[in-house]
Protein backbone atom coordinates (compact mmCIF):
# COMPACT_ATOMS: atom_id res chain seq x y z
CA UNK A 1 0.00 0.00 0.00
CA UNK A 2 1.18 3.66 -0.71
CA UNK A 3 2.21 5.49 2.55
CA UNK A 4 -0.24 8.16 3.43
CA UNK A 5 0.62 11.48 2.23
CA UNK A 6 1.77 14.39 4.45
CA UNK A 7 2.31 18.37 3.52
CA UNK A 8 3.10 21.34 5.38
CA UNK A 9 4.77 24.59 4.59
CA UNK A 10 6.54 27.11 6.64
CA UNK A 11 7.05 31.30 6.21
CA UNK A 12 10.18 33.01 4.62
CA UNK A 13 9.70 35.44 6.91
CA UNK A 14 12.52 35.41 9.26
CA UNK A 15 16.01 35.21 9.43
CA UNK A 16 16.00 32.24 11.79
CA UNK A 17 13.46 29.47 12.51
CA UNK A 18 12.94 29.96 16.33
CA UNK A 19 12.72 27.07 18.86
CA UNK A 20 9.07 26.72 18.30
CA UNK A 21 9.00 26.11 14.77
CA UNK A 22 11.42 23.75 15.10
CA UNK A 23 9.62 21.57 17.82
CA UNK A 24 6.09 22.73 16.68
CA UNK A 25 6.38 21.88 12.76
CA UNK A 26 10.45 21.21 11.52
CA UNK A 27 11.41 18.41 13.93
CA UNK A 28 8.22 16.54 13.39
CA UNK A 29 8.61 17.06 9.78
CA UNK A 30 11.69 14.69 9.88
CA UNK A 31 10.04 12.35 11.44
CA UNK A 32 7.33 11.95 8.98
CA UNK A 33 9.57 11.37 6.27
CA UNK A 34 9.97 8.36 7.50
CA UNK A 35 6.78 6.75 7.60
CA UNK A 36 4.37 9.15 4.89
CA UNK A 37 5.35 10.17 1.23
CA UNK A 38 5.66 14.02 2.65
CA UNK A 39 5.63 17.09 0.92
CA UNK A 40 6.98 20.13 2.37
CA UNK A 41 6.55 23.71 1.04
CA UNK A 42 8.01 27.03 1.98
CA UNK A 43 5.36 29.17 1.29
CA UNK A 44 6.80 32.33 -0.13
CA UNK A 45 3.54 33.20 -1.72
CA UNK A 46 1.87 33.33 1.61
CA UNK A 47 5.01 35.64 2.71
CA UNK A 48 3.97 38.84 0.63
CA UNK A 49 0.26 38.88 1.97
CA UNK A 50 2.00 41.39 4.35
CA UNK A 51 4.59 44.14 2.87
CA UNK A 52 7.60 42.29 1.81
CA UNK A 53 10.94 43.25 0.62
CA UNK A 54 12.47 41.31 -2.39
CA UNK A 55 16.11 40.83 -1.47
CA UNK A 56 14.65 39.53 1.59
CA UNK A 57 12.13 37.19 0.36
CA UNK A 58 15.18 35.80 -2.00
CA UNK A 59 17.08 35.83 1.35
CA UNK A 60 14.44 33.71 3.53
CA UNK A 61 13.02 31.56 1.39
CA UNK A 62 16.98 29.97 0.81
CA UNK A 63 17.77 30.57 4.66
CA UNK A 64 14.31 28.02 5.26
CA UNK A 65 15.05 25.80 2.69
CA UNK A 66 18.16 25.62 3.64
CA UNK A 67 17.45 24.96 7.32
CA UNK A 68 15.00 22.32 6.48
CA UNK A 69 17.79 20.18 4.73
CA UNK A 70 20.21 21.44 7.46
CA UNK A 71 17.53 19.78 10.32
CA UNK A 72 17.55 16.25 8.41
CA UNK A 73 14.90 16.32 5.69
CA UNK A 74 16.47 14.40 3.13
CA UNK A 75 16.13 15.47 -0.28
CA UNK A 76 15.60 11.73 -1.44
CA UNK A 77 13.05 10.76 0.49
CA UNK A 78 10.71 14.15 1.03
CA UNK A 79 9.70 16.66 -1.46
CA UNK A 80 11.02 19.82 -0.44
CA UNK A 81 10.31 22.70 -2.46
CA UNK A 82 9.19 26.42 -3.02
CA UNK A 83 5.93 27.51 -3.28
CA UNK A 84 6.13 30.11 -6.42
CA UNK A 85 7.89 27.62 -7.85
CA UNK A 86 4.27 25.36 -8.67
CA UNK A 87 2.39 27.88 -10.82
CA UNK A 88 -0.61 25.52 -9.90
CA UNK A 89 -0.56 26.58 -6.34
CA UNK A 90 -2.26 30.09 -7.14
CA UNK A 91 -4.41 28.39 -9.87
CA UNK A 92 -6.12 26.40 -7.76
CA UNK A 93 -6.59 29.02 -4.89
CA UNK A 94 -8.43 31.07 -7.57
CA UNK A 95 -10.63 28.44 -8.12
CA UNK A 96 -11.11 28.26 -4.53
CA UNK A 97 -11.51 31.68 -3.44
CA UNK A 98 -14.67 31.51 -5.68
CA UNK A 99 -15.78 28.90 -4.21
CA UNK A 100 -15.68 30.65 -0.76
CA UNK A 101 -18.11 32.58 0.50
CA UNK A 102 -17.23 36.29 2.10
CA UNK A 103 -18.70 35.68 5.20
CA UNK A 104 -16.93 32.38 5.32
CA UNK A 105 -13.44 33.79 5.03
CA UNK A 106 -14.32 37.17 7.07
CA UNK A 107 -14.79 34.32 10.27
CA UNK A 108 -10.62 33.40 9.88
CA UNK A 109 -9.80 34.92 12.98
CA UNK A 110 -5.96 34.76 11.98
CA UNK A 111 -7.06 37.29 9.63
CA UNK A 112 -8.85 39.41 11.99
CA UNK A 113 -5.40 39.25 14.51
CA UNK A 114 -3.40 39.97 11.66
CA UNK A 115 -5.36 42.75 10.06
CA UNK A 116 -5.92 44.65 13.35
CA UNK A 117 -2.22 44.97 13.63
CA UNK A 118 -2.40 46.90 10.38
CA UNK A 119 -5.83 48.81 10.71
CA UNK A 120 -8.39 46.96 8.71
CA UNK A 121 -8.31 49.07 5.77
CA UNK A 122 -4.43 48.54 5.54
CA UNK A 123 -4.67 45.05 5.28
CA UNK A 124 -4.85 43.69 1.65
CA UNK A 125 -6.95 41.37 0.46
CA UNK A 126 -4.16 38.74 -0.20
CA UNK A 127 -4.46 38.30 3.92
CA UNK A 128 -8.04 38.26 3.47
CA UNK A 129 -7.58 35.21 0.92
CA UNK A 130 -4.39 33.47 2.96
CA UNK A 131 -6.51 30.63 4.04
CA UNK A 132 -7.97 29.91 0.62
CA UNK A 133 -4.62 29.63 -0.70
CA UNK A 134 -2.84 27.47 1.91
CA UNK A 135 -6.25 25.10 1.18
CA UNK A 136 -5.17 25.05 -2.62
CA UNK A 137 -1.63 24.15 -1.05
CA UNK A 138 -3.20 21.24 0.70
CA UNK A 139 -5.83 20.11 -1.84
CA UNK A 140 -3.33 20.22 -5.06
CA UNK A 141 -1.67 17.28 -3.50
CA UNK A 142 -3.94 15.13 -2.07
CA UNK A 143 -2.72 14.88 1.04
CA UNK A 144 -3.99 13.23 3.68
CA UNK A 145 -2.04 14.63 7.32
CA UNK A 146 -0.91 18.14 7.62
CA UNK A 147 1.29 18.21 10.19
CA UNK A 148 0.42 22.28 11.84
CA UNK A 149 0.23 24.44 15.47
CA UNK A 150 -3.16 24.30 16.98
CA UNK A 151 -3.27 27.92 15.22
CA UNK A 152 -4.03 26.61 12.36
CA UNK A 153 -7.07 23.98 13.35
CA UNK A 154 -9.52 26.93 11.45
CA UNK A 155 -7.60 27.22 8.34
CA UNK A 156 -8.24 22.68 8.11
CA UNK A 157 -11.52 23.29 8.54
CA UNK A 158 -11.75 25.59 5.88
CA UNK A 159 -9.66 23.32 3.54
CA UNK A 160 -11.84 20.27 4.22
CA UNK A 161 -14.81 22.21 3.84
CA UNK A 162 -13.63 23.66 0.20
CA UNK A 163 -12.72 20.42 -0.54
CA UNK A 164 -15.88 19.40 0.12
CA UNK A 165 -17.49 22.03 -1.70
CA UNK A 166 -15.95 21.03 -5.01
CA UNK A 167 -16.13 17.13 -4.64
CA UNK A 168 -20.00 18.13 -4.37
CA UNK A 169 -20.68 20.86 -7.20
CA UNK A 170 -17.77 19.13 -9.23
CA UNK A 171 -17.34 15.70 -8.52
CA UNK A 172 -14.93 13.34 -6.56
CA UNK A 173 -11.81 15.22 -6.75
CA UNK A 174 -9.99 15.99 -3.16
CA UNK A 175 -8.29 13.95 -0.55
CA UNK A 176 -9.52 15.81 2.43
CA UNK A 177 -7.43 15.98 4.73
CA UNK A 178 -6.90 15.50 8.10
CA UNK A 179 -4.76 17.93 10.53
CA UNK A 180 -1.76 16.82 12.75
CA UNK A 181 -1.68 18.54 15.87
CA UNK A 182 1.14 17.82 18.34
CA UNK A 183 -0.07 18.73 21.56
CA UNK A 184 2.91 18.78 24.07
CA UNK A 185 4.73 21.44 21.56
CA UNK A 186 1.65 23.41 21.43
CA UNK A 187 2.55 25.58 23.96
CA UNK A 188 6.56 26.55 23.70
CA UNK A 189 6.14 30.24 24.98
CA UNK A 190 8.32 33.52 24.87
CA UNK A 191 10.94 33.27 27.42
CA UNK A 192 10.25 36.75 28.95
CA UNK A 193 6.85 36.37 29.05
CA UNK A 194 5.98 32.79 29.49
CA UNK A 195 2.25 33.32 29.38
CA UNK A 196 2.61 34.43 24.79
CA UNK A 197 3.20 32.09 22.57
CA UNK A 198 7.40 32.17 21.56
CA UNK A 199 6.33 34.01 18.39
CA UNK A 200 7.95 36.07 15.55
CA UNK A 201 5.58 38.65 15.28
CA UNK A 202 4.97 39.39 18.89
CA UNK A 203 8.03 38.42 21.16
CA UNK A 204 10.82 40.41 21.71
CA UNK A 205 14.34 39.25 20.66
CA UNK A 206 14.98 38.43 24.23
CA UNK A 207 12.31 36.54 24.63
CA UNK A 208 13.15 34.06 21.07
CA UNK A 209 15.55 31.12 20.50
CA UNK A 210 16.67 31.16 17.22
CA UNK A 211 18.12 28.34 15.80
CA UNK A 212 20.71 29.88 13.67
CA UNK A 213 21.94 32.12 16.67
CA UNK A 214 25.45 32.17 18.16
CA UNK A 215 26.06 29.64 21.46
CA UNK A 216 26.82 32.96 23.34
CA UNK A 217 23.50 35.00 23.15
CA UNK A 218 21.48 31.75 23.19
CA UNK A 219 22.92 31.09 26.65
CA UNK A 220 22.66 34.25 28.03
CA UNK A 221 18.79 34.03 27.07
CA UNK A 222 17.99 31.24 28.28
CA UNK A 223 20.06 32.27 32.06
CA UNK A 224 17.75 35.66 31.81
CA UNK A 225 14.26 33.80 31.10
CA UNK A 226 12.12 35.13 33.15
CA UNK A 227 11.20 33.05 36.46
CA UNK A 228 8.93 32.65 38.77
CA UNK A 229 8.57 33.40 42.54
CA UNK A 230 10.18 30.63 44.62
CA UNK A 231 13.45 28.27 43.92
CA UNK A 232 11.97 25.26 42.96
CA UNK A 233 11.60 23.56 39.64
CA UNK A 234 8.16 22.32 39.78
CA UNK A 235 5.75 22.35 36.82
CA UNK A 236 2.54 24.68 37.63
CA UNK A 237 1.77 26.25 34.27
CA UNK A 238 -0.55 28.72 36.51
CA UNK A 239 2.49 29.36 39.15
CA UNK A 240 4.79 28.68 37.58
CA UNK A 241 5.10 29.46 33.43
CA UNK A 242 8.35 30.46 33.05
CA UNK A 243 9.54 27.12 34.71
CA UNK A 244 7.20 25.33 33.44
CA UNK A 245 7.92 26.34 29.91
CA UNK A 246 11.47 25.81 30.55
CA UNK A 247 10.96 22.48 31.08
CA UNK A 248 8.64 21.55 28.46
CA UNK A 249 11.97 23.18 26.32
CA UNK A 250 14.07 20.43 28.05
CA UNK A 251 11.91 17.78 28.11
CA UNK A 252 10.66 18.10 24.11
CA UNK A 253 14.48 18.52 23.56
CA UNK A 254 16.30 16.02 25.78
CA UNK A 255 13.11 13.41 25.19
CA UNK A 256 12.80 12.94 29.21
CA UNK A 257 9.56 13.15 30.78
CA UNK A 258 8.95 16.33 33.18
CA UNK A 259 8.22 14.51 36.31
CA UNK A 260 11.69 13.01 35.48
CA UNK A 261 12.99 16.12 35.23
CA UNK A 262 11.45 17.84 38.22
CA UNK A 263 12.73 14.77 40.39
CA UNK A 264 16.58 15.36 38.77
CA UNK A 265 16.37 18.92 39.85
CA UNK A 266 15.16 18.57 43.48
CA UNK A 267 16.99 20.87 46.16
CA UNK A 268 18.98 22.12 42.94
CA UNK A 269 17.86 25.55 42.12
CA UNK A 270 17.02 27.84 38.83
CA UNK A 271 20.59 28.09 37.87
CA UNK A 272 21.30 24.51 37.34
CA UNK A 273 18.37 23.68 35.92
CA UNK A 274 18.51 26.79 33.36
CA UNK A 275 22.53 25.98 32.29
CA UNK A 276 21.40 22.39 31.75
CA UNK A 277 18.44 23.51 29.19
CA UNK A 278 20.70 25.88 28.15
CA UNK A 279 23.14 23.16 26.94
CA UNK A 280 20.26 20.63 25.38
CA UNK A 281 19.34 24.03 23.51
CA UNK A 282 23.27 24.71 22.19
CA UNK A 283 23.37 20.73 21.25
CA UNK A 284 20.20 20.26 18.74
CA UNK A 285 20.74 24.19 17.31
CA UNK A 286 24.31 24.52 16.87
CA UNK A 287 25.36 21.55 13.90
CA UNK A 288 21.96 22.62 12.10
CA UNK A 289 23.66 26.15 12.48
CA UNK A 290 26.60 24.74 10.79
CA UNK A 291 24.96 22.29 8.02
CA UNK A 292 22.51 25.50 7.02
CA UNK A 293 25.96 27.21 6.58
CA UNK A 294 27.23 25.41 4.74
CA UNK A 295 24.29 24.77 2.40
CA UNK A 296 23.76 28.80 2.23
CA UNK A 297 27.93 29.21 0.97
CA UNK A 298 26.67 27.28 -2.50
CA UNK A 299 23.44 29.01 -3.22
CA UNK A 300 24.09 27.18 -6.86
CA UNK A 301 24.01 23.53 -5.11
CA UNK A 302 20.65 24.74 -3.17
CA UNK A 303 18.91 26.30 -5.88
CA UNK A 304 19.49 23.03 -7.90
CA UNK A 305 18.09 20.96 -4.73
CA UNK A 306 15.45 23.09 -4.30
CA UNK A 307 14.30 22.62 -8.67
CA UNK A 308 14.37 19.30 -8.02
CA UNK A 309 11.84 19.09 -5.37
CA UNK A 310 10.14 21.57 -7.83
CA UNK A 311 9.81 19.09 -10.40
CA UNK A 312 8.47 16.32 -8.14
CA UNK A 313 5.88 18.58 -6.60
CA UNK A 314 4.90 19.99 -10.14
CA UNK A 315 4.15 16.70 -11.60
CA UNK A 316 1.93 16.18 -8.80
CA UNK A 317 0.73 19.56 -8.90
CA UNK A 318 0.12 19.22 -12.47
CA UNK A 319 -2.30 15.76 -12.40
CA UNK A 320 -4.72 17.76 -9.90
CA UNK A 321 -5.00 20.85 -11.88
CA UNK A 322 -5.80 19.45 -15.48
CA UNK A 323 -8.98 17.31 -13.42
CA UNK A 324 -10.06 20.73 -11.97
CA UNK A 325 -9.61 22.67 -15.14
CA UNK A 326 -11.96 19.84 -17.02
CA UNK A 327 -14.35 19.88 -14.11
CA UNK A 328 -14.94 23.39 -13.85
CA UNK A 329 -15.42 24.05 -17.63
CA UNK A 330 -12.12 25.53 -18.52
CA UNK A 331 -11.61 24.65 -22.12
CA UNK A 332 -8.61 22.26 -23.10
CA UNK A 333 -5.74 24.40 -24.79
CA UNK A 334 -4.95 22.54 -27.97
N1 LIG B 1 -0.34 29.08 7.58
C1 LIG B 1 0.75 28.22 7.93
C2 LIG B 1 1.45 28.82 9.16
O1 LIG B 1 1.54 30.01 9.30
C3 LIG B 1 1.73 28.04 6.82
C4 LIG B 1 1.16 27.27 5.67
C5 LIG B 1 0.93 27.72 4.41
C6 LIG B 1 0.80 25.90 5.69
N2 LIG B 1 0.45 26.71 3.62
C7 LIG B 1 0.35 25.59 4.37
C8 LIG B 1 0.80 24.91 6.68
C9 LIG B 1 -0.11 24.33 4.05
C10 LIG B 1 0.34 23.65 6.35
C11 LIG B 1 -0.12 23.35 5.05
O2 LIG B 1 1.95 28.08 9.96
Redesign the pocket.
Request: negative net charge; hydrophobic residues 40%.
Given at each position: MARPRV?????PTADSFHLGNYLGAVRQWVTMQETHDAFY?V?DL?AITVPTEADALRRRSRVAAAQLFAAGLDPERSTVFVQSHVREHTELAWVLICLTGMGEAGRMTQFKDKSAKFGESAASVGLFT?PI??AA??LLYQANL?P??AD?KQ?LELTRDLGQRFNHRFGDTFTLPDPYILKEVEKITDLQDPTAKMSKSSSSPAGILDVLEQPGPLRKKVMRAVTDTGSEVLFDEENKPGISNLLRIQSALTGTPIPELVARYEGQGYGTFKKDVAEAVLETFAPIRERTEKLLADEKELDRMLAIGAERASAVARQTMEQVRERVGFLPKL
Open positions: LSGIQCVHYLQDIVVGQH
